[in-house]
C-alpha cells in the first residue's frame, strides 16, 4: 500500500538564501544548511538510570521494544548565516503533505 520511503532520497541544498532575524541584518542572506545531529544521552537522567536499574540482573528484556516504521521524517536543519556565525534551527518535513504536517504540529504543542 505505501510506496517504499527507505529509497527515497531528497536533494537539499548545501546553501539557501532566507530571512536572518538577527538585529544586525533583518533581511534575506546567504545561508549554509547542515543537518543537525542528536546529542549524547545522558547517563546520569533519570529515566536512564531507572531503565539500567530495571534491565539489571535477570529477567530479560523488560519493557517494550519499538519496531514501527515511520512514514515520513521530520529533519532538523541548522542555517548558519556565511558572513559571521549565527546559528538558526529549522525543522523541514520530507515525505508528507504540508497540510498534514502543520495539522500535526498543532497536536504536538497542545
Not at 17 to 37: A, F, G, P
Not at 93 to 98: A, S, Y
Not at 102 to 109: A, E, G, H, I, P
Amino acid at each position: 500500500m505505501w510506496p517504499n520511503y527507505e529509497i527515497m532520497q531528497v536533494n537539499v541544498p548545501k546553501t539557501k538564501k532566507t530571512y536572518c532575524k538577527n538585529k544586525k541584518c533583518k533581511k534575506h542572506t546567504l545561508h549554509k544548511v547542515t543537518q543537525s545531529k542528536k546529542g549524547k544521552d545522558s547517563l546520569a537522567a533519570q529515566g536512564k538510570r531507572r531503565y539500567d536499574r530495571k534491565q539489571s540482573g535477570y529477567g530479560g528484556q523488560n519493557k517494550p521494544v519499538f519496531h514501527k516504521k515511520v512514514i515520513s521524517k521530520w529533519l532538523w536543519k541548522f542555517f548558519v548565516l556565511v558572513s559571521y556565525v549565527l546559528k538558526q534551527l529549522r525543522r523541514l518535513c520530507l515525505g508528507c503533505n504540508v497540510r498534514v504536517a502543520n495539522m500535526f504540529l498543532d497536536t504536538q504543542s497542545r
